[in-house]
């Protein structure tokens, strides 16, 4: 009995192990032994499907260096254009169809051609959305911004599926057969990486806006760090060449994580709408600030013309104090008997400025071949006489003769009483010494021919064969201002008011228009055909009714119309007091170079490329120019 009984326990006990064990064997044989069973089993687990939704898996962008790929440079091939936009267009209309949220990272995502164009063809790309999108309403189909790697689509729930498809249709051929006429021819850019990081910190700070005023979150902070290291890796580097391999390799890194940055913030901003409207909203704010910084800098800009700067008034200041510390015998200019003849070279300049005067005389001295029979003339106020006085007494100009004249000593010419108050706020053109100009033969009654320089000019050559000009009867011989395409180039209706019947019937407005800076005047002529009593009569007229602008130049025009030849443009370039462009091949060969503008060469706001040929004439090793802090 008993010996039974434990045969059925041992029984029992042996199918509860086999039922155990069993299973367990053969579990770990199939996954480990068996290469069949492994491969089966893979298989199984393949077949397991999950949700794979595109705009889930991509919410939020991954910051792995392996994942983001610095951008590429696609060249542009004009036949995908028209495949693009109606794939861009299609997948607008299915946006509009389905009204998913944040169909835009779809569009940008599935087409990555569009988003990788370089800096040269971002521009017709432009270009070509507008053409192609101009038929829709701008508010009623999308706002377009087009940065560097990235496009923002947004279009109005309102527009019709069907009207879009078929103007797309009809505009389609028009732009590209626009763009294929109006394509840039390709250009090298050689400041890409920068533009591209200026990109990215612009569209970082256009996010920023988005966000409600003191929001902390994690991403505006992000954004914020990654800007101030996008600008410390930036520098002051303007293009490419600026940035050396080590700060190009870490600023490619930035961009990169920049780049993660803002593809967070595409996802977290889907409301294309609202992103719109914030942006016109950002643009207008913006606009606003750039005229009012326009009218600001201009404002300032003509303040600094108008001023004197602190250097040369310190000189003007000293040597007025040296002028008066001399005796008066000792005050005496060299060679003031040649100041009347009238077979030398007289050069006149009306000046209120130290050093202008003092390179206008060093440089015709300069290049002169026969300095002997060089004779200037300086007209200047009674506050700036005893300083221009004592700048040629320390600073003789050798063989050469200078005659300093005060306006204050032209008794004769209180009887004119012409100089009224002008309606200018600029010294340029409300000052006496402006106007002198008109008055030439009575300021020198022994004369016969004079050069007139503005204080502004440089001499480069020798300026004898001038003299030997043959004039034709003609009063004034200056270089002309009618050459269209010319920055010089005026008309006389610039500055003259045709619309009025008296000048209308007199003046012809295609008449060729000249320059003051260097002028030839025949005083023997000028006399002749009285010419000053012609200039005191449109200034009268001028006074009674709106015949011309404030200035010395209109007024010449009309005294001296018919009445001036034309000279070779080679014998005065102009605009180097505003122009930037001037052909540095024109400078060079020209006899005389014109500051004309409010950027006068002594000014800080003087343009620096033109300088150095009016500072070269300045001695700035001279002891009282090193103490008034005057420097190159």
């Known amino acids: 009995m008993k010996s039974s009984r434990w045969w059925q326990r041992t029984l029992i006990l042996a199918l509860l192990s086999v039922s155990v064990v069993a299973p367990v064997f053969l579990v770990y044989h199939r996954l480990n032994l068996s290469p069949y069973a492994r491969r089966e089993f893979q298989e199984d687990i393949s077949s ?41 267009q299609q997948n607008i209309n299915d946006c509009e169809k389905s009204k998913i949220q944040g169909c835009r990272n779809n569009i940008l995502e599935r087409n990555g051609w569009f988003s990788e164009f370089n800096q040269d063809t971002r521009q017709d790309l432009k270009a070509q959305q507008k053409e192609l999108f101009s038929i829709v309403e701008d508010e009623n189909i999308f706002n377009t911004t087009v940065t560097h790697n990235r496009s923002m689509h947004t279009h109005s729930q309102k527009t019709a599926d069907a009207n879009v498809e078929v103007k797309d249709k009809k505009s389609m051929p028009r732009a590209t057969q626009n763009h294929q006429s109006s394509r840039p021819q390709p250009r090298r850019v050689l400041n890409q990486k920068v533009l591209e990081i200026k990109d990215q910190i612009i569209r970082a700070r256009a996010y920023l806006g988005f966000a409600s005023p003191g929001s902390s979150s994690r991403l505006m902070k992000e954004l914020k760090l990654r800007i101030k290291e996008m600008e410390r890796a930036l520098g002051t580097a303007t293009k490419d060449s600026d940035l050396s391999r080590s700060e190009v390799h870490s600023a490619l890194q930035k961009m990169r994580h920049m780049e993660a940055s803002l593809s967070k913030a595409d996802h977290a901003f889907p409301d294309c709408t609202a992103m719109a409207t914030k942006l016109r909203a950002m643009n207008h704010k913006t606009e606003g600030e750039i005229r009012y910084q326009q009218r600001e800098t201009t404002y300032l800009v003509h303040l600094a013309a108008r001023t004197t700067p602190r ?14 510390a001399l005796r008066p015998e000792d005050r005496k200019l060299p060679n003031e008997n040649k100041i009347n003849d009238p077979k030398l070279h007289h050069y006149v300049v009306f000046s209120d400025n130290v050093l202008a005067c003092a390179v206008v005389v060093n440089s015709t001295i300069s290049n002169a071949k026969k300095q002997g029979k060089l004779v200037f003339h300086v007209v200047t106020n009674s506050l700036n006489f005893p300083a221009i006085w004592m700048w040629f007494l320390l600073n003789p100009p050798g063989k050469a003769t200078v005659h300093i004249q005060s306006i204050e000593n032209f008794e004769w ?55 030997n000009v043959n004039m034709k009867g003609k009063v004034n011989a200056a270089v002309g201002t009618c050459q269209e395409g010319e920055t010089s180039f005026h008309r006389m209706d610039t500055f003259i008011n045709f619309s009025d019947p008296f000048i209308a019937n007199r003046f012809d407005v295609n008449a060729c228009t000249w320059a003051f800076g260097m002028n030839l005047f025949d005083l023997q002529q000028w006399r002749r055909q009285n010419l000053t009593a012609l200039y005191h009569s449109y200034l009268q007229m001028g006074s009674e009714r709106p015949l011309l602008k404030t200035g010395s130049l209109p007024l010449g025009w009309l005294t001296f119309y018919n009445k001036t030849m034309i000279l070779d443009k080679r014998w005065q370039i102009l605009g180097l007091g505003y122009d930037s462009d001037v052909d540095k091949n024109q400078i060079e060969w020209a006899a005389v170079i014109h500051f004309d503008g409010i950027r006068k060469p002594w000014l800080d706001i003087a343009m620096g490329r033109y300088r150095s040929y009016w500072t070269k004439f300045v001695e700035f090793d001279h002891p009282i120019l090193q103490r008034c802090n005057l420097q190159a």
């Open 48 to 88: 397991v499907t999950f949700r794979t939704d595109p705009l889930q898996l991509n919410a939020i962008g991954q910051e792995g260096v392996e994942e983001l790929e610095e951008p590429k440079e696609v060249v542009y091939k004009e036949k995908d254009f028209g495949s693009t936009n109606r794939f861009i």
């Open 311 to 324: 250097g040369v008034h310190c000189l003007s200041m000293q040597l007025t104090a040296d002028y008066f």
């Open 413 to 467: 010419l209180l009887k004119y009483n012409t100089f009224k108050e002008q309606n200018s706020s600029d010294p340029r053109f409300t000052s006496e010494l402006n106007y002198l100009r008109f008055y030439l033969p009575d300021i020198f009654p022994t004369l016969n021919k004079v050069v007139l320089f503005d204080h502004d000019v440089v001499v480069q050559q020798d300026l004898s064969r001038l003299w």
